[in-house]
């Protein structure tokens, strides 16, 4: 079982990060470790660590102690689609395997639009992060995850199922699933809408959702209940905190920094309904774009947080 403090994790896995800093050269590429389906991992989004590379933040991930990760292909990230080369990705995929991290997630961010243009890119996009995917890793459970965009959810809603069901045709063909993320103030906000959308496409093998408290607290929505109706669907979990803002609106935290949410509460339940994928801890723009914001102060500060969530809850995570 993995310590709640960072950098205690076990010395083979130290040595592997380590090792893998020094040998992101090298063209050797072997599949990366079947993730365990009876544990639930601990990850963190490469969203948060801006100014690091990606062959340099996955040995800082795994000596920290983390699981998981999740790439940020977002256009203008490091890790976006057009930023690696062939060569990128083999020694991506190299250092992933040698410091034992397992690929969970790309997060993108397409909305669907009236603009065909937009569409086009965005399909493209997908395409694109699906390829990636499978250049990365051989990890069958790891998703492509996006937001859906603003506006009225009864004026959009039709035009996301039209959207998010030509996407789901693209990462079928790859054999990756895409998930759905409802957000905060977004068209689509709640896990029913995201249901909802499922539905109308017949309930496709390769669409879920991502589960994100977050955007639920504060809005009437009760964890336990949003758990229960979204576990079946949800490939892909983002762990943050919430605060109301005094002067109104709300603020993104790290998770596990405030009393907000019960974080050792919603591992148990996800568990106990069945999920098993990845707790990944997510940085909101809110904080990596203010002025100081320290992405491995971060990377340390949500393991410390979300390893004593774990331990709380009683889930198990990889040995």
Not at 70 to 84: I, Q, R, S, V, Y
Not at 266 to 286: H, N, P, T
Not at 292 to 306: F, L, S, V
Request: hydrophobic letters at 35%.
């Amino acid at each position: 079982m993995h310590s709640s403090f960072p950098f205690t994790s076990p010395s083979r896995r130290r040595f592997l990060a380590t090792a893998a800093l020094a040998s992101v050269a090298s063209p050797y590429v072997r599949a990366a470790p079947a993730e365990p389906r009876n544990t639930m991992t601990l990850g963190f989004s490469t969203y948060g660590a801006r100014g690091i590379t990606t062959e340099h933040v996955l040995p800082i991930l795994s000596v920290t102690g983390y699981d998981a990760v999740e790439l940020t292909a977002t256009k203008g990230f490091d890790a976006a689609p057009e930023n690696m080369s062939t060569m990128r990705r083999r020694q991506v995929r190299r250092i992933l395997y040698d410091t034992e991290l397992v690929l969970t997630s790309l997060m993108e961010h397409t909305v669907p639009s009236d603009d065909a243009t937009i569409n086009a890119g965005n399909f493209q996009r997908i395409e694109a992060a699906s390829e990636l995917v499978r250049d990365l890793t051989d990890n069958k459970h790891c998703v492509i995850q996006t937001v859906l965009g603003g506006g009225d959810w009864d004026k959009r809603k039709n035009l996301l199922v039209d959207h998010v069901g030509k996407w789901v045709e693209v990462t079928t063909e790859h054999d990756v699933t895409c998930c759905i993320k409802p957000h905060r103030g977004g068209g689509m906000s709640n896990p029913a809408q995201a249901l909802w959308i499922m539905q109308q496409l017949g309930n496709p093998q390769r669409l879920r959702m991502v589960y994100d408290f977050s955007h639920y607290i504060y809005t009437g929505l009760d964890l336990q209940l949003t758990v229960e109706q979204a576990v079946s669907k949800t490939a892909h979990v983002a762990v943050k905190d919430t605060i109301k803002n005094p002067k109104g609106g709300y603020q993104f935290k790290l998770p596990g920094s405030t009393a907000a949410i019960d974080f050792a509460l919603l591992i148990k339940r996800l568990f106990q309904g069945g999920y098993r994928g990845d707790i990944s801890c997510e940085v909101s723009s809110m904080l990596w774009r203010q002025a100081g914001y320290d992405p491995r102060q971060a990377i340390r500060t949500c393991y410390k947080n979300m390893s004593l969530a774990f331990e709380k809850s009683g889930v198990p995570r990889p040995e």
